[in-house]
C-alpha cells in the first residue's frame, strides 16, 4: 500500500515535469517562429517608441550625421536668440559623442540680412501677405518645402531645431532608420481632441493614437521622409488655421499639431525621446539632457515669491538681453543657474552683442 503512494506521488512529479518541458518548448518555439519570420520580414523587433540600443544603429567605423536647421525671421527678436543657438552649436559641434553636421538658419523673410556672413543661411520667401493670418509659425512648414526642394543637402539626417534651443551636450543621431526621433510635449494630447483631430485624420487612416505627442522640433529625421511630410505638414497646418474651432482651440501649438497629423498620414512613428530636450523651470535638472529650451518665462524672489528675479524673452523684441544677466536667488532649479551661465558665457564672446540688427542699439532701460 505505502509502495503505491510512493510511485503515484512519482508518477505526478513525473507528469508535472512533462508538462513544464513541453510548455517551455512550445513557447521557445513559438518565440523562435515569430523573431525568425519578422526578421524575414525586415522588421524591427524594438517598440519604436522606445530607446533604440546605439550599437543597433551605428554604421561601421562611421557617423549618422544630421543637418542642423532652424527656422527664423529678420527681427532683432528672432536674430538674438540664433547668435546664441549657433555659439553653442560650434561649441558642441565637434566633442566625442557628437553627430551634428552642418548648419543652416532657414531665414523667411525673402530678403538677406546682416547675419548671413556670420550664420550659414538659405533665403526663402514667406507665405503671400495675410494668408498666415498673424500666426508667423504657419511659415515654418513652407520654409522647409523650399529649402528641401532648393538647397544642397549632404547630410542623410535633418535636426529640426528653434532659436530658443541652446546644446547643452554633444548630440548623437538618436533616430532609428526609417523612425525619428521626437521630444514628447505634455501639452500636446490628440486623443483629447477627437473631433477635431478627425477633420484632417479621418477615421479610415487609422487610430487617433497613432498620432504622436509632438511637435517638428526637436526631431532627428531621414531627408527622404521630411521631403514627403513637409508639403502635407504645411497643407494641415493653413487647414487647421483657417477651421475656427481648430484654430481656437490649438491657438499657438496649432502648428506643432499639425506636424504630428502630417507624419500620422504619412504612417512615421517617432521615438520619443525625454532625454532630448528640458525646458526650465518646468524641468530641474539639466542630467543629460541635450537641449536646453528656454521658451517659458522664468520669475523667482529671495523668499520663493514671484517679483525679485526673472528672465523672459519675449521682454527682448526689439533687441538682445544685456550681458552679464545676474544670477537668480539660492535655491532656484539648476536648470535655471545653468540657463544663466549659458547665455552669460555666450554674450561675453559673441562680438557686437549690443547690436544683433546692426543698426540698434538695445538699452534696457
Known amino acids: ?113 546682416n547675419l548671413m556672413d556670420e550664420i550659414p543661411t538659405f533665403v526663402v520667401e514667406p507665405l503671400p501677405s495675410g494668408v498666415d493670418r498673424g500666426y508667423v509659425v504657419l511659415n515654418r512648414p513652407w520654409a522647409f518645402v523650399q529649402w528641401l526642394e532648393k538647397a544642397t543637402i549632404e547630410e542623410e539626417y535633418i535636426l529640426m531645431a528653434e532659436p530658443d534651443h541652446i546644446f547643452l551636450n554633444p548630440l548623437p543621431n538618436l533616430s532609428f532608420e526609417e523612425y525619428p526621433a521626437a521630444f514628447p510635449f505634455f501639452y500636446i494630447k490628440p486623443a483629447k481632441y477627437v473631433k477635431i483631430i478627425r477633420k484632417f485624420f479621418p477615421e479610415e487612416r487609422g487610430l487617433v493614437t497613432n498620432i504622436d505627442p509632438i511637435g517638428n522640433s526637436p526631431v532627428i529625421i531621414k531627408k527622404d521622409l521630411l521631403e514627403k511630410i513637409a508639403p502635407t505638414w504645411m497643407n494641415v497646418s493653413l487647414k487647421m488655421k483657417y ?67 526673472g528672465f523672459d524673452k519675449r521682454r527682448y523684441l526689439d533687441g538682445p538681453p544685456p550681458r552679464n544677466l545676474t544670477l537668480p536667488p539660492q535655491g532656484v532649479p539648476e536648470s535655471v543657474v545653468t540657463f544663466v551661465k549659458l547665455m552669460n558665457e555666450a554674450t561675453s564672446d559673441i562680438p557686437n552683442w549690443d547690436t544683433p540688427d546692426g543698426s540698434t542699439y538695445y538699452n534696457q532701460n
Open 1 to 113: 500500500m505505502l509502495r503505491r503512494r510512493h510511485m503515484g506521488r512519482a508518477a505526478a512529479v513525473l507528469l508535472l515535469v512533462l508538462l513544464s518541458t513541453a510548455v517551455f518548448l512550445l513557447a521557445y518555439n513559438f518565440i523562435t517562429m515569430i523573431v525568425h519570420y519578422r526578421q524575414q520580414k525586415g522588421q524591427i523587433l524594438i517598440d519604436p517608441v522606445m530607446e533604440m540600443p546605439e550599437n543597433a544603429k551605428k554604421p561601421k567605423n562611421g557617423k549618422l550625421l544630421f543637418h542642423i536647421a532652424l527656422t527664423a525671421t529678420d527681427t532683432p527678436y528672432s536674430k538674438w536668440q540664433c547668435r546664441i543657438m549657433y555659439y553653442w552649436y560650434k561649441r558642441k559641434k565637434d566633442l566625442p559623442g557628437s553627430e551634428m553636421g552642418k548648419l543652416t538658419r532657414i531665414l523667411h523673410s525673402g530678403n538677406p540680412d
Open 243 to 309: 477651421d475656427e474651432e481648430t484654430d481656437k482651440t490649438f491657438k499657438w501649438v496649432l502648428e506643432m499639431y499639425a506636424y504630428a497629423v502630417a507624419s500620422a498620414l504619412h504612417g512615421v512613428q517617432h521615438i520619443l525621446r525625454k532625454d532630448f530636450m528640458l525646458q526650465p523651470p518646468l524641468d530641474r535638472a539639466t542630467g543629460n539632457k541635450f537641449i536646453l529650451h528656454y521658451t517659458y518665462g522664468i520669475e523667482y524672489s529671495m523668499k520663493g515669491k514671484h517679483g525679485d528675479w
